[in-house]
């Protein structure tokens, strides 16, 4: 006789229907053994008629960030439905928010101090220095005076950005003193909204990707930056590739390997998926520069999705939803991004360099967005698109990235 089913019904809350967000609402309205109730302050009507037609309850909110908003929606959804077994997110900004809303409402998931030591980005790096976490030196800072103190003291490069930043936005890299002082001007950081300031690494930029269950990894993955995020966000301009190399089990991230872990037990986090920035310094060392404890952007899940043949989408889901994840076999590809970003100012006005990189790539190429006209510029490091390869070997998606970004051109205007 075949095992009973067990039904879950999951809150989802998705502040807004963006193009992650509605792959994650689409991917737990087709579980079958789950039921899904939907919070968010976009109005249902703008989802796809074939993905409303399998939610059982929606809840329009006010402030989807905001607690108390959370928990009202929650218990108005109840009123609906019956009984919710968990509520979940996977944008950062509402981890806290999550968290707290799960303490007033008696629900398992992550407790408020776990995703506090994830979201404020000092507190993190103090529970590294503490666990003895590779990191970069690091201060918390309430006034423009406690930065230039630590910049007094470190000296330059530097790195400055709020408390719970997220995506490299709102932050700056500070070569000098001019530098600083026009990256204060915008963080601004006082006692109300304080900002972090650390030590500029140079190096090598990878993520790590790890699946925890009840505290213990049992998955990961590895994905290079070319080049960083940082340095993305302050040339608009670059054309960035993000690499899922084949070889994830090597000897040469037997550190990174030690270190993420380490990272994720002073963390806390028992069952999840989360995105750890990390850097390879000139020296062969590694530093840890910080943990999302949500899914990746950057097209990681998809990229993760088409090197394993397997749906990491939905295996999110199930995680959150049941606490399980069956770990891929071994990976079976290299895979990639390169990330269309348009060069001057205003909407998508030309496309150019689509047949060469056809005529040398086409055979590899798996995914691609390619940007509409008249579309406006994204604010994102992501850009207006992108184009996805994959290949058994790492050393041809990297350079059929590399060729992809030669001839893309998008031309705003």
């Not at 963006?18 to 039921?35: H, L, Q, T, Y």
């Not at 981890?95 to 980005?121: C, H, I, P, S, Y």
């Not at 026009?182 to 601004?188: G, R, Y």
């Not at 070319?226 to 966000?233: G, I, N």
Request: some cysteine; aromatic content about 8%; proline content about 5%.
């Amino acid at each position: 006789m075949p095992a009973l089913q067990i039904m879950r019904t999951i809150a989802y809350i998705a502040p807004f229907f963006s193009d992650g967000a509605v792959r994650f609402i689409k991917a737990f309205a087709e579980m079958p053994d789950i039921r899904l109730c939907l919070i968010s302050q976009d109005a249902q009507e703008n989802l796809a008629p074939e993905i409303r037609s399998k939610i059982a309850a929606f809840w329009q909110t006010g402030n989807a960030l905001e607690t108390r908003d959370i928990v009202n929606a929650f218990r108005g959804l109840e009123s609906q439905v019956g009984k919710i077994d968990r509520i979940v997110g996977a944008m950062e900004q509402i981890q806290v928010q999550l968290a707290e809303a799960r303490a007033e409402l008696g629900l398992g998931g992550m407790n408020v101090a776990v995703a506090k030591n994830f979201r404020d980005k000092a507190t993190m790096k103090q529970v590294f220095h503490e666990g003895g976490v590779p990191c970069a030196k690091f201060r918390r800072v309430k006034s423009d005076a406690d930065a230039w103190n630590f910049a007094n003291e470190i000296g330059f490069p530097l790195v400055l950005k709020p408390l719970a930043g997220a995506g490299a936005q709102s932050t700056f890299q500070v070569k000098d003193a001019e530098s600083l002082a026009e990256a204060l001007k915008v963080v601004a950081p006082n006692l109300h909204s304080e900002a972090i300031i650390e030590e500029f690494i140079v190096g090598d930029e990878y993520s790590f990707e790890t699946v925890s269950i009840k505290g213990k990894a049992v998955w990961h993955s590895l994905t290079r930056y070319y080049p960083t995020p940082l340095e993305v966000m302050r040339n608009p301009w670059i054309q960035w590739c993000v690499v899922l190399p084949r070889e994830i089990d090597d000897a040469q991230f037997d550190d990174i390997r030690a270190a993420g872990k380490r990272a994720l037990e002073v963390l806390g986090i028992e069952t999840g998926l989360t995105h750890l920035e990390w850097v390879r310094r000139r020296d062969g060392s590694v530093a840890i520069s910080e943990v999302a404890a949500r899914p990746p952007g950057a097209q990681i899940m998809t990229l993760n999705s088409l090197a394993h043949d397997k749906d990491f989408y939905n295996a999110w889901v199930r995680l959150r939803a049941f606490d399980e994840f069956e770990p891929p076999p071994e990976r079976k590809y290299a895979v990639g991004a390169a990330f269309l970003r348009g060069q001057g100012k205003g909407r998508v006005k030309a496309v150019h360099g689509l047949d060469k990189i056809h005529a040398e790539v086409g055979d590899l190429v798996v995914d691609v967005k390619i940007p509409n006209i008249g579309q406006s510029a994204s604010i994102s490091y992501e850009g207006e698109g992108f184009i996805l390869v994959r290949h058994p070997q790492t050393s041809v998606v990297e350079q059929a990235l590399q060729r992809i970004v030669s001839h893309a051109r998008i031309e705003l205007g």
